[in-house]
């Protein structure tokens, strides 16, 4: 099992941004697909989830700004992010929700940066 997180970059208040994490070694179609965010410091935080039909459920934090999608064709979940603020800024890891028996579960993380 693979998870590959990219899109991370530095950007001003108000910008965009999309991640991608494409996910090799499992029957993608069949897991709910999470992004989760940790900022120095702090304890890891869920983001957001999209189950494999494609229905989205969102934290309060980002409701409103970021989108989650996915592409069963191409193993690959999305997370647009817009309206970013500093406190958005963390490293944003990609996780397969649900899923105990798989040896890994986590991306590496790809760095996002809000500058005021």
């Known amino acids: 099992v693979h998870l590959v997180e990219s899109g991370g970059g530095s950007v001003q208040t108000g910008g965009s941004l999309r991640l991608s994490c494409t996910v090799s070694?499992?029957?993608?179609?069949?897991?709910?697909m999470g992004w989760y965010r940790q900022a120095p410091g702090t304890q890891r935080d869920w983001v957001a989830h999209?189950?494999?039909?494609?229905?989205?459920t969102y934290a309060a934090s980002v409701k409103g700004r970021f989108t989650i999608s996915r592409d069963n064709a191409k193993n690959t979940v999305y997370l647009q992010m817009t309206g970013l603020k500093p406190e958005d800024t963390a490293v944003y890891y990609c996780?397969?929700?649900?899923?105990?028996?798989?040896?890994?579960?986590w991306g590496q993380g790809t760095q996002v940066t809000v500058s005021s």
């Open positions: 999209i189950t494999p039909l494609g229905s989205p």
């Open positions: 070694g499992i029957d993608f179609r069949n897991y709910i």
């Open positions: 996780h397969i929700i649900r899923a105990p028996t798989l040896p890994t579960t």
